[in-house]
């Protein structure tokens, strides 16, 4: 007799369990190229909007502008987390979780924009700009216990304040300004990010490596070689593209034909070190280094997308006796540093990776070189097309984290000049005397 065929298929299926399947958890193991971040400090910014006749209430504005953040967050989820670390001291570090950022609100209501962001800053202006951002003081591996993005919302006589601290041992500059773009566009009202985030590390590196950490930031610092920190001062130059022109024509004036050109920032970055090495009143032997921390996305094979969210920096690093540099043409400078710049090349890249993981060290600012000029930050990066919905930014600045001797930050001249470029510097109080009265390097006798 035939098999019923409906009692055939009930037994030929018997289900053997059932679960609910949630989400992948949102765990981002840090990469090498993280990692000697983490005894850096948090990176600061801060952005100053004059806010027009007529804008919304200043409650309205940081309310929608939190809300952007929460949804700029649910993309880019690493900075809503905490640094943990695998298996206790000495095992990997990695980001999880979603506590949030921190959003501090303020007022200076007696403080207009243009005393922050005019031309003529002057040193009680720089003190009141580093209380517009969060976390100053603040070394990144806290991010065991402390959010990874705190931003401070201060409402001015005429305009809002926008102080960002972000942990450096999770994002680098490229990333940074991707996020504050993005959360610009929400606010917008854009329905998601022009360009959305890739968070896996392991296109850059996959190697998992450990770390002892110290027990804090002060045990940290007292292991510095060099002793505490110096007084310094900050600075800002602005070169308009017409002086950034010049200084890039002097230095490619003698070449001969057929030899690749220096490009601005090569130019500009010798002109600055040549100017630092003569107010620092440096001796013919004495070494000075020129440290740039070059993005990594396009030199590594296969490269890395831009959209890379995380740090793929390394400081590429010459150094020279300071008579040679000083009693040598403006081109003798350029050519260091594109000489160095054009070698730092996937092969470059990957044998510093495999030297960190085979040494892996805790970083000191000292470890940059003696007499060093280290140049972060880029003036490709469109810091002054973050708008949040009333218009760009009156001026963009770094805070005081980070800034140690010679250190220089680059952003495009203010209000985005087409070719012009502002210089942020911090020396010790002496040399940035002489500096500012230095014709040559300011290039007024050649305006």
């Known amino acids: 007799m035939a098999v019923d065929s409906g009692d055939a298929a009930a037994m030929a299926v018997a289900v ?3 679960r609910t399947v949630a989400p ?9 190229f993280d990692l000697p971040y983490i005894t850096f400090y948090y990176n600061q910014k801060l952005l100053l909007y004059r806010l027009p006749q ?5 409650q309205d504005v940081t309310a929608r502008m939190a809300d952007a953040l929460g949804d700029a967050l649910a993309y880019f989820y690493p900075l809503a987390g905490r640094i943990r670390q695998e298996k206790g001291d000495g095992g990997a570090l990695y980001v999880d979780g979603e506590e949030g950022a921190e959003v501090v609100e303020a007022a200076a209501e007696g403080v207009s924009v243009d005393q922050l962001a005019g031309e003529d800053c002057g040193e009680e202006a720089e003190k009141l700009m580093q209380q517009l951002i969060p976390y100053t003081g603040v070394m990144n591996l806290e991010g ?12 001015l006589k005429d305009g809002l304040a926008v102080g960002c601290a972000f942990n450096h041992a999770v994002l680098d500059g490229t990333a940074t300004w991707h996020f504050m773009s993005s959360w610009a566009e929400l606010c917008r009202g854009a329905a998601a990010p022009s360009a959305l985030p890739i968070h896996n590390r392991a ?31 900050a600075r800002v130059f602005s070169f308009p593209e017409p002086v950034v022109a010049r200084i890039k024509a002097n230095a490619n004036a003698a070449l001969p034909p057929g030899a690749k050109p220096f490009s601005a920032f090569q130019s500009l970055g010798a002109h600055i070190w040549r100017s630092v090495s003569r107010a620092r009143e440096l001796g013919p032997a004495d070494i000075t280094v020129f440290a740039v921390f070059a ?26 006796p300071a008579g040679m540099l000083l009693g040598g043409p403006p081109e003798l400078a350029a050519g260091m540093l594109q000489k160095a710049i054009g070698e730092h090349d996937a092969a470059a890249v990957t044998r510093r990776l495999d030297e960190y993981e085979a040494a892996p060290k805790l970083f000191h600012y000292s470890d940059a070189g003696p007499n060093c000029v280290a140049v972060g930050s880029s003036p ?12 760009r930014p009156e001026r963009v600045r770094s805070g005081g984290n980070n800034k140690f001797d010679g250190m220089v930050y680059l952003y495009p001249g203010r209000g985005g000049d087409s070719g012009g470029i502002d210089v942020e510097l911090a020396l010790q ?11 040559e390097f300011l290039q007024i006798a050649a305006a």
């Open 16 to 18: 053997t369990s059932t």
């Open 24 to 32: 992948a958890k949102t765990k981002v193991t840090l990469a090498t």
């Open 54 to 58: 007529g804008a919304a209430d200043f």
């Open 144 to 155: 065991l216990h402390r959010p990874l993005l705190a931003v401070q919302f201060t409402k």
């Open 203 to 233: 296109m850059a590196r996959s190697v998992r490596v450990g770390l002892t950490l110290p027990a804090s930031a002060e045990a940290h610092e007292k292991t510095d070689p060099n002793g505490p920190k110096k007084p310094l001062v």
């Open 295 to 320: 993005d990594c996305r396009a030199r590594l094979d296969p490269p890395v997308p831009a959209t890379y969210f995380g740090n793929l920096i390394q400081a590429v690093f010459t150094g020279v």
């Open 380 to 391: 490709r990066f469109r810091v002054y097309d973050v708008d949040f919905g009333f218009g």
């Open 429 to 439: 109080p002496e040399p940035m005397q002489r500096l500012e009265k230095d014709e």
